[in-house]
């Protein structure tokens, strides 16, 4: 997709189109909107990666609260976004055992009790072994930095999520 075709999207349709690049938040997409013409690609995640870092400590927490567990309810009773499904898949989490699937329950209820809001990691670029590592050494950190943290991993979903759309032809690595 050519970007002045990405620059001439009425307002309804470029929010339905990137409205989730970050997980349920499409007013990300909707406040973006009004950054346009972007350059390329990259500049529309610039100002996305701009827009998160305006937001106070609560609107951080809030982005990483509207993502899904990793292997969680929603995957087990097949409620998660389309995007979601297809990363968390790729990751593995949906052919778990019910072992593992016992052991990823423990990991994120611990990390919730701990920080106050999910897990939150780019699963498109982890396989569960990375995932199991990376929640038990992440749960080592303090708030601040663990918000950052997470807070980047969004933004490699989101990067992701960007290219899947405006290039879908092409096998997108970061
Ligand atoms: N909790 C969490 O990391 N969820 C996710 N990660 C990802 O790549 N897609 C998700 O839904």
Redesign the pocket.
């Known amino acids: 997709m050519d970007i002045n075709v990405v620059n001439a999207l009425p307002y309804e349709e470029f929010v339905k189109l990137f409205g989730n690049v970050v997980?349920k938040c499409p007013l990300i997409s909707a406040a973006v909107w009004s950054c346009r013409p972007f350059k390329d690609l990259a500049n529309i995640e610039v100002h996305i990666a701009e827009f998160i870092h305006s937001l106070p400590d609560s609107g951080k927490e809030g982005i990483?609260r509207c993502?899904?567990?990793?292997a969680?309810r929603d995957l087990q009773s097949g409620t998660?976004?389309q995007?979601?499904?297809e990363?968390?898949s790729q990751?593995g989490m949906t052919t778990l055992d019910s072992a593992e699937i016992l052991k990823m329950y423990r990991l994120?209820a611990e990390y919730k009790d701990r920080f106050g809001f999910?897990?939150?990691?780019?699963?498109?670029?982890?396989n569960k072994a990375d995932?199991v590592r990376q929640l038990s050494e992440r749960l080592k950190n303090d708030r601040a930095a663990e918000r950052e943290r997470?807070i980047e991993?969004v933004k490699?979903?989101c990067s992701?999520r960007l290219r899947n759309i405006v290039l879908p032809d092409i096998q997108t690595k970061l």
Request: charge should be negative; aromatic fraction near 4%.
């Open positions: 997980e990483l993502h899904p567990d990793l969680g998660l976004t995007e979601s499904q990363e968390q990751a994120n999910p897990f939150v990691i780019c699963a498109r670029l982890n995932i997470a991993e490699k979903i992701l």
